[in-house]
């Protein structure tokens, strides 16, 4: 059974989304505030986090920055319909996905059914890459660069793995969220563009003059053995 832990200051909010969880087997914890959601979180291990934005004593941000510097959980991020600048602050500091409000039950749950395949599959994957000097290990979702290791979010991972798959194969920006969602709809792209980011930090001697992950101007990103 699948756990998961659901924060967010609106009763309404957090009953349905529960109830939706537990009706479809999952083990739900709930949450109100930030601190409490921190100490729940440091205190079990979930599955999955489903964390709203704006909470009471500690923003939601702020407990993904937490989260994200001691666990890789997969976290989504719930955010109002047009805080853009609340979706790209929540995917810069590691969040996998958003969700804005309102949503429906059948979305947010798709979401998170597909965030937790996506994890089985690399799980089930035995497989290791290495790209000079990136070492991808698929089955423990473990990077290291240049023999240093450093954490990334299952969607980090998941695009930086499928660029891994045929080094100096360019792959668009569709592509990459296609296989981002697993599904045809792709949502924002925008969202592709912060996850290079954010890889680029992490994997790039110089992020401001990449090596590694490239961009091919109008076509897409290729990942470049160096």
Same mark, same amino acid.
């Given at each position: 059974m699948n756990t998961v832990l659901?924060?967010?200051?609106?009763?309404?909010?957090?009953?349905?989304?529960?109830?939706?969880?537990r009706r479809e087997g999952f083990a739900v914890d709930e949450e109100r505030d930030g601190p409490a959601a921190l100490a729940a979180a440091r205190t079990r291990e979930y599955d999955i986090v489903i964390l709203d934005v704006m909470l009471p004593q500690m923003s939601g941000t702020d407990v993904c920055r937490a989260l994200r510097a001691e666990s890789d959980v997969p976290i989504v991020m719930l955010t109002a319909r047009d805080a853009e600048r609340d979706r790209v602050s929540g995917l810069e500091l590691g969040a996998d996905d958003y969700v804005t409000k309102p949503f429906s039950s059948a979305e947010l749950l798709s979401r998170v059914r597909a965030i937790l395949r996506r994890r089985e599959l690399d799980r089930a994957t035995h497989a290791v890459r290495d790209l000079g000097g990136l070492h991808l290990d698929l089955s423990r979702h473990e990077v290291t660069v240049d023999g240093e290791p450093v954490r990334l979010t299952l969607s980090e991972f998941k695009v930086l793995a499928l660029l891994a798959e045929r080094p100096e194969r360019i792959i668009s920006r569709r592509e990459l969220m296609q296989h981002l969602w !697993? !599904?045809?709809?792709?949502?924002?792209?925008?969202?592709?563009?912060?996850?290079? !980011?954010?890889?680029?930090?992490?994997?790039?001697?110089?992020?401001?003059?990449?090596q590694r992950l490239v961009t091919v101007r109008g076509m897409g990103y290729k990942l470049v053995p160096t």
């Open positions: 659901v924060v967010d200051d609106d009763p309404g909010v957090l009953d349905v989304v529960a109830f939706t969880l !697993s !599904s045809e709809h792709v949502g924002d792209e925008h969202a592709c563009e912060v996850h290079i !980011s954010n890889l680029r930090r992490k994997i790039e001697r110089d992020p401001t003059h990449p």
